[in-house]
Every structure is written in structure tokens, then in C-alpha cells.
């Protein structure tokens, strides 16, 4: 099966800049998420997806940072403006839904760097 | 915010070692998991943990989730050089719904 897909893979901009990223996920999994992971730490997730509805984005930054999933399958996650702080690998990840034994498959990420 | 301890953060092993890395929490979890991420990759599933004082094992992987549900360990036998990454722990909090916390991860080197 294929797996979640994400682009770009690389992604360097200027602070005050905006960006977004793109994720596939696996098909027929009903659960997206998001996570950021800092250079040096485990990633952090951002929001949480069931289907197109958000279940959890208490750690999203809300002033700059915003995603959505409009029908359920693509997910768009957005910075805007970027700050330096943002330098970090943005993993998008699935599952088929959010119950103990429907593990997380993650994809590559977009590394992301502020300049 | 919730936090798990990761031990040790690097590790540097000759090829063949026995190698035990664990991770702690405050918090009970439901569930505990354990990654590996190679360079310029996201997380790899490993091993899945869904009961207190379960182990599990996946090849030469082997992995418990801690009786008092705040811990668990991962070990990994005779190491080949393959084995060289970051290792990370991840817990569910029994209240949540998916969201996983994530250790700070050990960084593995195995020299052949």
C-alpha cells in the first residue's frame, strides 16, 4: 500500500514569509495529524484531523499557523508569517482512526528552514 | 505540558552488542510505542504496546510496557550496523484521543 505522502520535501524562506505544506494520506484513513519536530527533540503535534473535522489543536500556534482538510483526504498546513523559530520538519502522519491499535504511519516530512 | 523521559540519549556500540534504551513518565498511558527514524525520513513503527506488563517482540526487538503503565523499555539484540538511528518512545494518554507524546529520542551508532 502506499504510503503518506507529503511535498515539498525541502522548503526555505524568509521570516515573514508564508508557506504551505501539502499531505496524502493512506488511503481510507479517517485520522490525519500533523506534527513539528525541532531539531534534536521527538516531534510535537500540531492538530489532529477526524475525517475533515478538527479533534485537537491545542498546540497550534493560531495566530500564524493554520491547516484544514477540506474533504477528508488532502491536508494543508500553513505558516503565516513565518518566524525563525518555525526551522523545523513538518511530519504529517495516519491512521485509520484514533483508537488504541490503529498506529500512526508517518510520512518523510518537509524540512522547513527560516532564514 | 506532558513530558517522557528518554534514556540515553546516545548510544555507541560495537556491532553484536546487546543494546536497552527506556522511557518514563508521570503520566499513565494506554499505550506505548516505539519508533525508529533514519536521516531525511519520518518515524518508522517498530513495536505497539497495548496492556501493562506486556512484551513484545519483533525480530531482534523487544519491548515491555512498565506494570505501573509510566514506563517501558526497548531492547535490541545483537546489533548490526542497520540498527543506526534515532530510536523514539511514544505514549497515549489514557484521556486522549490519538495524540501521542513523544520521548527525545536515542540516537544509535553501531560501529561494525
Known amino acids: 500500500e502506499a504510503g503518506v505522502a507529503q511535498s515539498p520535501r525541502y522548503k526555505i524562506i524568509e521570516k515573514r514569509q508564508s508557506v504551505a505544506f501539502w499531505c496524502n494520506p493512506i488511503?481510507?484513513?479517517?485520522?490525519l495529524y500533523w506534527y513539528q519536530q525541532i531539531l534534536g527533540q521527538g516531534p510535537k503535534l500540531l492538530i489532529q484531523f477526524q475525517n475533515n473535522g478538527v479533534v485537537d489543536d491545542s498546540q497550534l500556534p493560531k495566530d500564524r499557523f493554520s491547516a484544514e482538510r477540506l474533504k477528508g483526504v488532502d491536508s494543508t498546513l500553513k505558516i503565516q508569517p513565518a518566524k525563525l523559530e518555525d526551522s523545523a520538519v513538518y511530519l504529517c502522519?495516519?491512521?485509520?482512526?484514533?483508537?488504541?491499535?490503529?498506529?500512526?504511519?508517518f510520512g518523510d516530512g518537509t524540512r522547513l528552514s527560516i532564514l | 505540558g506532558q513530558q517522557l523521559n528518554q534514556s540515553p540519549q546516545s548510544m555507541f556500540i560495537q556491532e553484536g552488542e546487546d543494546v536497552s534504551m527506556n522511557c518514563t513518565s508521570s503520566s499513565i498511558f494506554n499505550t506505548w510505542l516505539w519508533y525508529k527514524q533514519d536521516p531525511g525520513e519520518g518515524p518508522v513503527l517498530l513495536i505497539a504496546l497495548y496492556k501493562a506488563g506486556e512484551l513484545t517482540s519483533n525480530g531482534r526487538l523487544t519491548a515491555q510496557f512498565g506494570i505501573t503503565r509510566k514506563d517501558s523499555f526497548l531492547n535490541i539484540s545483537a546489533s548490526i550496523p542497520s540498527d543506526v538511528g534515532i530510536y523514539f518512545c511514544?505514549?497515549?494518554?489514557?484521556?486522549?484521543?490519538?495524540?501521542?507524546?513523544f520521548g527525545q529520542g536515542t540516537t544509535l551508532q553501531v560501529k561494525p
Open positions: 511514544a505514549g497515549r494518554l489514557s484521556s486522549n484521543t490519538g495524540k501521542l507524546i
Open positions: 502522519a495516519s491512521s485509520l482512526g484514533d483508537r488504541a491499535g490503529q498506529p500512526q504511519h
Open positions: 488511503s481510507g484513513h479517517a485520522t
